[in-house]
């Protein structure tokens, strides 16, 4: 079973949509996790790291459910520069991160 | 720029030749990752050096592929008697030494193996 598992999509929405990527991970003593965005042949940049409590940048906002394993990140308004492919990264043990196979997501004008 | 740095950022090569490639972290991090990506798949993580020591392999390091940090400070991966299906991106990537820390990723070496 992968660490991290990730619907790749491709997900199509028109610009002002609201848009949510989930993501399930196996280890179950992971501790920290992270949304990252990949644009096309650009290297994965840190979009924002996943609480437990949930928090909030701006229209973006991601969920961690321990219990379920499971996290999700929520995006309002939908603008075209949000197009890229999403990447959920958990982080087991001291170092390495795991990643999904990404979402990819368009935005539509 | 004070960036994750890497060089060459582009590589074509025939199979059976070696190639290597340079990265240079963001000068405070001790901590330096290399991960290899394929086309339509999230990064996959081959190795990590804490200084200069390598403290993990994946077993996808295999031993036609090396890595070393010699200083502490910049770091090579070298792919021996390459094959086609070596032809990825080579992520590297560094950070603070602490679990919470942010880790940058510099903006990868693409290797095309003919």
């Known amino acids: 079973r992968k660490e991290v598992e990730q619907d790749p999509g491709p997900f199509n929405v028109p610009e002002g949509a609201t848009v949510a990527f989930n993501c399930t991970y196996s280890?179950?003593?992971?501790?920290?996790f992270f949304w990252y965005r990949q644009d096309c042949r650009k290297e994965p940049k840190l979009l924002m790291s996943v609480y437990s409590s949930g928090n909030e940048d701006g229209r973006f906002t991601a969920q961690l459910n321990r219990a379920s394993q499971y996290i999700s990140l929520l995006i309002r308004d939908s603008k075209l520069s949000d197009s890229a492919t999403y990447l959920c990264?958990?982080?087991?043990?001291?170092?390495?991160?795991?990643f999904g196979t990404g979402t990819r997501l368009t935005v539509i004008p | 720029d004070t960036g994750v740095s890497q060089d060459p950022r582009h590589k074509i090569t025939k199979r059976g030749q070696n190639v290597t490639f340079r990265c240079d972290p963001i000068?405070?991090?001790?901590?330096l990752y290399w991960y290899r990506q394929t086309l339509g798949q999230g990064p996959e993580f081959l190795t990590y050096f804490q200084n200069e020591a390598q403290l993990e392999k994946s077993r996808l390091l295999s031993d036609r592929f090396s890595a070393e940090r010699p200083k502490g400070s910049f770091s090579t991966l070298e792919i021996q008697r390459t094959e086609q299906g070596d032809s990825a991106m080579y992520l590297c990537?560094?950070?603070?030494?602490?679990?919470?820390?942010?880790?940058?990723f510099g903006e990868g070496s693409w290797l095309t193996v003919v």
């Open positions: 990264v958990v982080r087991s043990g001291a170092n390495n991160l795991f």
């Open positions: 280890n179950s003593a992971s501790q920290s």
């Open positions: 990537a560094s950070s603070l030494q602490g679990i919470g820390n942010t880790i940058y």
């Open positions: 000068s405070e991090h001790n901590r």
